[in-house]
């Protein structure tokens, strides 16, 4: 291969990474808030692995009638607000892209900052989580360069 078929080859990887880059970003948010959510939901663990502080006793009796769980805190009754948490692009360039997790109404906001309050940000990812996603964009941009070898 000749330095200017390298170089073409090259800069049509760029193009596709730069091009897919804000599709993909999101892909793998969706991917790593799932995580979160199941961290969260069958644990009640925190990103760092420590259980939440649990729930008042009157919220215990309040889950209990209700039928809900009541061994760890899991933010879940409805899953109206796990629903409404969703990524978001916050800004993209052509250098970086830039995807935020977040409630997407008023009343996931006022949930998710009712819980900053109390137990700090719920949607914080663990090492191992954050492992996962970085590995995936690792294999998203070998994907892209497999081509050039």
């Excluded at 730069?18 to 990103?47: C, P, W």
């Excluded at 916050?90 to 008023?106: P, Q």
Aim: aromatic letters at 8%; a positive charge.
């Amino acid at each position: 291969m000749t330095a200017t078929e390298f170089l073409d080859k090259l800069n049509r990887a760029r193009d596709i990474l730069v091009n897919t880059r804000e599709q993909e970003a999101l892909i793998i948010a969706f991917d790593l808030l799932a995580l979160i959510k199941s961290r969260i939901q069958s644990t009640g663990k925190d990103y760092a692995g420590m259980a939440f502080i649990p729930y008042t006793p009157f919220t215990v009796k309040q889950r209990q009638k209700a039928g809900y769980q009541t061994g760890y805190v899991d933010f879940t009754q409805t899953g109206r607000m796990w629903a409404n948490v969703h990524p978001v692009v916050k800004s993209h360039t052509e250098e970086s892209t830039l995807v935020v997790i977040r409630g997407r109404d008023k009343d996931t906001i006022r949930k998710l900052s009712n819980q900053y309050n109390k137990r700090g940000n719920i949607l914080t990812p663990s090492r191992g989580e954050q492992i996962l996603v970085q590995q995936a964009n690792k294999e998203r941009i070998l994907k892209a360069l497999a081509g050039i070898f």
